[in-house]
DNA sequence: ATATATTCTGTCATTTTGACGAAATAAATT
DNA sequence: AATTTATTTCGTCAAAATGACAGAATATAT
């Protein structure tokens, strides 16, 4: 099945799960900057989660995958469930406001029944290297774009708060997790990931203490390289143990910055 | 709305929302154990973790502590969250066997819409303190006990996939939550807390190091009063102190046992 | 050669941890 | 009334982890 054959037959309930979206909240780093991945459907000025519906045929991890699939290129993201969202009328208004400039534009829009009743988000955060990403719009979409979280655009639904519930969930598993190996390319630099897990804490961490502690876990190695950054000294490169790095995704691991 | 009339009403689309089950795993602590509360659908042999539907008017928040509620009589109970679960025919098997041994009892049982379809479980905990709770089996059920969580009976669906799963978020809320608030009646002893947590942690702590890291986190203060236990050093009473209490709950503790 | 910006390495006092043993106490037993 | 038994409670010490901090090395531009 094509993807935009795949995403047209939304809202046909012999094949879809009604009353149940699943989205998926994507983040990447660049910049030294944690971005996250929004679209903005036709004929709107608000953005939105990448989301979708779940097919009869699959899991909610595999819908949440194929959301990710769709948008990014990529398969076998890491993929985190955090929270699911019910409550009465969290998405009736903007929904209206999209099936009425869809009527507009002429174009079929979503049956009232997908719209009206009750509607459950459940939500999962992706974490990608951003330099392998290459963004895909959907059929619906009229733009589709990286924003920095901390410089959010107009959201619609409860979008805004869910991916704060994302960030929330993603500074409780860094301390359990190696997530730098999800956002960083294969060689990094000391002062990338350190950067990193500045950013995603919000807060400054003493790079000394810092890369003592890292070191220590024995999760990063230091390899011969360096990368050339201009008129500074060249830091070296650093790739993750994958032995240790799926040890400590299956036990846990504690990283207490 | 009587508490029958409201359970019994479950399977009318115009009132519950189709396709989203809220499955609430009730944690008590007694004697040395960790239990948690499951009832047993009429002519079952297996057991089912207290659960229910979502009302078209209220949130997946609400309905959860509804069920709570109905199962313990008790209001407000500590709630949390941990994941959901859907794929397809996670629950269908059990569901045809309810549905047989209910029509060949002659009772009405739930529309295959309902049975055949997808099903997606919102699964939260609950904590609560054992000795409050008065147990209140539902319209369907003939059985409502607290079983230890080390020796579970029997049960439908994935749900004792699903206890595993609220044990995982248990043991990692219990690093950032000061959990035994929950757990333990208001007055306590250091040993029924020691106990506590090394039933949830499933590991032996120290008692004099636990004693002091607990003392130190200043959650807990030592009452004047003693309690007496037969024919052994009487142990003093300690209770949470709520501000210390409120206060982690709000900004994360951390205890690392 | 010098200036600039960034990376990288090391020390030290303080705090926290983990592993122990021994004294105190309430009742039952002799 | 002394002793035994089971449990609670208090204290010490060496090792490890933490937090605060300064200075040397290096790649290019001037």
Redesign the interface.
Known sequence: MDTNELEASYFDERLY????AVDNVIFGYHDRELKVLLQRPNFQLKWTVAGGY?R??????EAAHNIAFLRTGLKNLFLE?F??????SRTKDDWQAIKKAFENAGMKSPPDSWIL??S?S?AFYTLTDFSLVTVQKGPFDEALDWWPVTQLPPMMFDHAYIIEEALKALR?DIY?YPIGYELLPRKFTLPEIHSLYETILGKTLDNRNFTRKLMSSGIIKKLDETRNIGAHRSPYLYKFEKKKYDAALKNGI?L?F
């Open positions: 799960v009604k009353n149940v779940v009869k045929t699959e899991s909610i991890e469930q929270k699911s969202f019910g409550s009465p009743d009750y459950v459940i409780r359990h504690f207490g």
